[in-house]
């Protein structure tokens, strides 16, 4: 999922068209305050809609950057001049660039963690996780390209990669909490689960993206992938 998603780079949980990494775990991905997990499904009021709208300004100016320049060459001046606000307006919402930059990918994490939990009660886990992850990549191609192309510049910059490391350190225990919220599940299965389903996004989006499919659509090899985990992974019959 994140991960599974439209992300599969960043966490084990997201998923993006195609990854070489562990994390992103998916176009599953990565939003509130950086860290936190609180008012993803409360409904904000206008000024925290507002708070909402500056931190995705700055955080999509400073990714936006980082692309055309090289995240070295960025600086929270350029940001928030680009973002048409004040540095220490920058200051108030992330620590750094390479916090901004990443802001949107654990945004969409934090989403679909809610999404998680808003799935019907007694449905299967992995059906749930199967819709989840579907809906992410059923989103505008175009918010897919743009988490492919963040996917990329993390993976070239240390800086960011070394961000993206503590990113996923602190959204996996709450990934794991979201699972095991659902499956009454602890110990080992959460994090298991996470890490399994991420890899079938994973390897679906890459062989998607590498053309040796005759799948009409990703959406189709990822279906095929739940299917091969509900099966725990039987050898397909010939």
Known sequence: MASALTVARITSFPVCGKTHNDALGCKIAELCTFGTVVGVSETPGLRDRKKAATRIALSEAAARLAKERGIESVTADLIASEAGVSTRTFHNYFSSKEEAVL?????????????????????????????????ALTDSEQQLEEIQALADLIESSPTLLAKKVEMHVRL???????????????????????MVVGAACRASLELWTSGRSTAANPEQLVHEAFDHLRSGLAVPQR
């Open 103 to 135: 802001h949107y990918l654990e945004t969409q994490v934090l989403e679909w963690a809610d999404a998680l939990r808003q799935r019907p009660a007694d449905e299967p886990i992995l059906d749930s996780l199967e819709h989840v992850v579907l809906r």
């Open 172 to 194: 996996t225990p709450m990934l794991d909490e979201v699972i095991a919220e659902r499956t009454g599940a602890s110990g080992l299965y959460p994090s298991l689960l996470q």
